[in-house]
């Protein structure tokens, strides 16, 4: 490849699943400040992502896209939303307000208290698998695992887990920058699902009150202030979503990196210790989350690249945290060692922080350091990796190991 020839972001190249980071790298060295075909930008370089995720006169509201290919492909198919943006999709003052009710349930101090009982999920996990001598990381524990800690943390009843996680499936693809007209049709009606499911919840809880979230969620006050019936469904479905699948993704793509980097590995059998610190080194190596969206609402200027008012940017977290004017010549390889590991952008930055960060590497954390701490010689099958088929929110569907 020369400089003269065009350069285009391409999710459905050959092996992208496999190594996005290889396109990353080209793009951020030939076209770190990318035009897209529809007329979008994607930004790849840590500084460029850093700046736009932190700018508070930017909007991640998609009401302020000027143009938007997913928004005329809702209104061609008419479809049907009967709630409300969760904070994700707002912009202060609105996500300022639902901000603060729910981190009312998310202090650190609340989040830290989970601690013994992730790690009894997480023993209760392998016992079951050990005497098998064989796990699927992913089905066997980084998917059950976080839906029962948010499941028990909201105090919600039995659910079918499955059900649950098939409509979160298909409620995330449309946070990826292509998606086709069939997964919107879907994505809205496993939002619709959802959204009966957790009205039926929220009425049932409102009758039998608890200690738990879903309960302090109901009841949280600010200046009088409490949350709708549909805003508490659109953030209990964005807890159910942003809190489950991310982790599901962070601790497979976590053991996967561990156990394809066998020094590093090896280095959290002989300190177990390592992984407090470690996770971070985890999340910024293999995001579970790749991109994060910003609206410009007047025009800006990004390395000399005019971004217009209405457009929508893409920051690729999973490029900045492997650009190596940030991370030097080191970027591409992990190291638990790291010490400025904690500033990858995995969690976003600015207002839009993850709320949910702590308990994701709290999470990560036990099931990772634990998994290697019982089963120090386990290995990878030789098997082709199962991915998810999702550009944004990347992970594994199986992740096989023999733990020997």
């Known amino acids: 490849m020369t400089t003269a020839e065009p350069i285009l972001y391409n999710p459905f190249e050959p092996g992208y699943f496999d190594d996005p980071y290889s396109q990353f790298a080209r793009l951020r060295e030939l076209d770190p400040v990318h035009a897209t075909l529809d007329g979008n930008w994607m930004l790849f370089r840590y500084d460029d992502c850093f700046r736009v995720l932190r700018d508070p006169s930017l909007s991640v509201d998609d009401r302020n896209i000027r143009q ?49 009982r992730v790690q009894v999920l997480v023993d209760r996990a392998l016992d079951r698998v050990e005497p ?32 649950v996680r098939d409509w979160s499936n298909q409620m995330v693809k449309t946070l ?39 309960t302090a969620l109901i009841h949280a006050e600010e200046d009088g202030d409490r949350l709708t019936t549909t805003e508490l469904m659109s953030q209990v479905a964005l807890l159910f979503i942003a809190g489950h699948e991310t982790t599901v993704n962070l601790i497979g793509n976590g053991t996967r990196a561990l156990l394809r980097h066998r020094d590093q590995w090896d280095a959290l059998v002989a300190e177990p210790a390592l992984i407090m610190h470690g996770i971070d080194e985890l999340l910024r190596f293999d995001p579970p989350v790749q991109i994060s969206r910003r609206i410009a609402l007047a025009d800006m200027e ?14 690729v977290l999973a490029s900045a945290n492997r650009d190596p004017a940030k991370w030097g010549p080191t970027a591409d390889r992990l190291d638990l060692n790291r010490a400025d590991a904690g500033q990858h952008l995995s969690f976003g930055s600015g207002v839009h922080y993850c709320l949910g960060s702590s308990l994701a590497k709290l999470e990560g954390q036990v099931a990772i ?23 944004n929110l990347r992970g594994l569907d199986a992740l096989p190991i023999t733990l020997r």
């Open 369 to 391: 350091g634990t998994f290697v701490r019982r089963f120090p010689h386990a290995t990878l099958d030789d098997v082709p990796a199962r991915w998810n088929g999702r550009i």
């Open 302 to 315: 990004i390395d000399g690249r005019r971004i217009e008012a209405g457009t929508f940017m893409a920051t």
């Open 68 to 116: 938007s290919r997913k928004a005329e492909q809702l209104e061609a198919l008419r479809v049907e939303d009967r709630g409300e943006p969760s904070m994700l999709g707002l912009d202060p003052p609105d996500h300022d307000r639902l901000r603060r009710l729910v981190s009312k349930a998310f202090t650190p101090r609340s989040i830290e208290a989970l601690r013994p």
């Open 132 to 163: 098998d001598g064989h796990i699927d990381l992913v089905g066997d524990l980084a998917f059950p695992l976080p839906f029962q800690v948010i499941s028990e943390m909201l105090g919600m009843p039995e659910a079918d887990m499955l059900q």
């Open 176 to 214: 990826d920058p292509v998606i086709s007209d069939d997964e919107i049709r879907a994505s809205m009606a496993a939002s619709l699902a959802m959204q009966d499911y957790l009205g039926g919840v929220i009425s049932w809880k409102r009758e039998n009150p608890a200690d738990d979230m879903l």
